[in-house]
């Protein structure tokens, strides 16, 4: 068990609709990460933020969007989705900004339809 | 454009053989290269890492190698057991700039009895 949380596990939902996918990082760790695993495309880097703050930007569609609560746990909300966006996603925390010691959560497996 | 490449994409491997993948990177800013471990269904986990200043770096059964001038890393794992088949990701992080860390495409090994 890596100490980050992820919900739900598992996401069926229609094209067009809105999801939130929910991270809890392991306890005292500051950024958390967002990264998107496809068939295709492998471990792909979404967002990342430390403290509250936006960090880093990878390639974030428009229609997505994330954010990072006080109590640290972060929301990356997928919007207007499309059959392209079915993927895992999986949620990193880790105790600085750098990233080099990241634990990953188990994933929400999103599924649009 | 992929900055982390990574060979073969699957790898089969009699059990008590050894696993050999191999990753290349592009950027000269790199300073930290993790290999992590992913079952199905699961997380990637963080396997080991190593950093630039080292040229191997071995836990237990695995070992990494570090060719800093060819820009290269590797992943050894000795007296492969049926347990280690998974997707193994190699990644790397910059020291500076739009820091994330950026993956491999990963191998997916299998280790027959």
């Known amino acids: 068990d890596s100490g980050v949380t992820q919900t739900p596990k598992h996401l069926i939902t229609a094209t067009g609709q809105r999801v939130t996918l929910r991270c809890s990082p392991r306890?005292?760790?500051?950024?958390v990460y967002w990264y998107q695993q496809s068939l295709d495309q492998g471990l792909q880097f979404l967002i990342q933020?430390?403290?509250?703050?936006?960090?880093a930007k990878g390639n974030i569609l428009e229609r997505f969007s994330a954010q990072q609560f006080p109590d640290l746990h972060s929301e990356l909300n997928l919007s207007s989705l499309e059959l392209g966006d079915s993927a895992l996603y999986f949620c990193?925390?880790?105790?600085?900004?750098?990233?080099?010691?990241?634990?990953f959560g188990q994933g929400t497996r999103l599924t649009v339809v | 454009q992929q900055q982390v490449k990574q060979s073969p994409q699957s790898l089969i491997v009699q059990k008590g053989g050894i696993s050999i993948i191999n990753c290349a990177y592009e950027?000269?800013?790199?300073?930290?290269f993790p290999w992590y471990q992913q079952f199905p269904g699961k997380g990637p986990a963080l396997l080991i890492a190593?950093?630039?200043?080292?040229s191997e770096k071995k836990e237990g059964r695995f070992t990494i190698s570090f060719n800093k001038s060819a820009k290269q890393f590797s992943l050894h794992i000795m007296d492969s057991q049926p347990g280690d088949s998974a997707t193994y990701f190699c990644?790397?992080?910059?020291?500076?700039?739009?820091?994330?860390?950026?993956f491999g495409t990963g191998t997916r090994l299998t280790i027959i009895p």
């Open positions: 933020y430390y403290n509250g703050e936006e960090r």
């Open positions: 990644a790397a992080w910059a020291n500076f700039g739009n820091e994330k860390l950026t």
């Open positions: 950027n000269t800013a790199f300073d930290y």
């Open positions: 990193a925390s880790s105790a600085n900004y750098r990233g080099t010691e990241a634990f």
């Open positions: 306890s005292g760790d500051l950024s």
């Open positions: 190593i950093r630039p200043d080292v």
